[in-house]
């Protein structure tokens, strides 16, 4: 077999392996490679030993490359390999022959200036600029995001009264059950 082009290790700050280790960013840097097919070995490392001072960090390739930070890390080993060139959807422009009924040109007039304005306060707040790919990215950081602070207050003994707020939600922690049966079947659940 041939050796992994490119072999990523997450250190992770603890030596336990096959479950979640309570930093929130380690999980959510794990969920959100998990969600894009990337695969890692998992490292112990530690703050001492991290080039940001904090887990998680990941070491990259044959030169060993370190990186820190969990949103840095996914924005060059995920979001940047993934995305593509945004798009500019098109506005639209008025259909012709236009009708003679001055009634129905008005409202047509007043059609296409409020689509106009919906479009333009997309672009405006960004999503109309975006490619379906880059909604898709976002959402699944979202996502990974989530579940990290789920899954890091639901295994974390050390905070309990996270804990029991997190499960006076029934439908999140649901939603966390979900993500660990799709994308860690691996790994130890929380009680
Ligand atoms: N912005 C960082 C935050 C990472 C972070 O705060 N990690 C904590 C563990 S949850 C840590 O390493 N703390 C050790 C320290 O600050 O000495 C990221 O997203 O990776």
Do not use: N
Request: hydrophobic residues 35%; charged residues 30%.
């Amino acid at each position: 077999m041939s050796p992994d082009p490119a072999p990523l290790v997450v250190y992770r700050g603890s030596g336990k392996t096959g479950a979640f280790v309570w930093s929130p960013f380690v999980t959510k840097l794990e969920a959100r490679l998990r969600f894009a097919g990337i695969s890692y070995k998992v490292g112990t490392g530690s703050p001492a030993s991290a080039p940001r001072g904090k887990i998680p960090y990941v070491e990259i390739g044959p030169a060993e490359e370190q990186l820190g930070d969990s949103a840095l890390i996914i924005q060059r080993l995920v979001t940047r390999r993934h995305s593509r060139r945004p798009q500019r959807p098109p506005i639209p422009r008025p259909a012709r022959p236009r009708p003679r009924d001055p009634r129905a040109v008005r409202r047509q007039g007043i059609l296409l200036h409020r689509a106009r304005e919906v479009v333009r306060q997309l672009r405006r707040h960004a999503r109309g600029r975006l490619t379906d790919d880059e909604v898709a990215a976002a959402k699944a950081d979202a996502d990974a995001t989530v579940f990290g602070f789920v899954a890091g207050s639901l295994v974390c003994e050390a905070a309990p009264t996270t804990a029991k707020i997190v499960r006076s939600y029934p439908v999140v922690v649901k939603y966390a059950e979900r993500i660990h049966q799709k994308f860690f079947p691996d790994y130890e659940k929380w009680d």
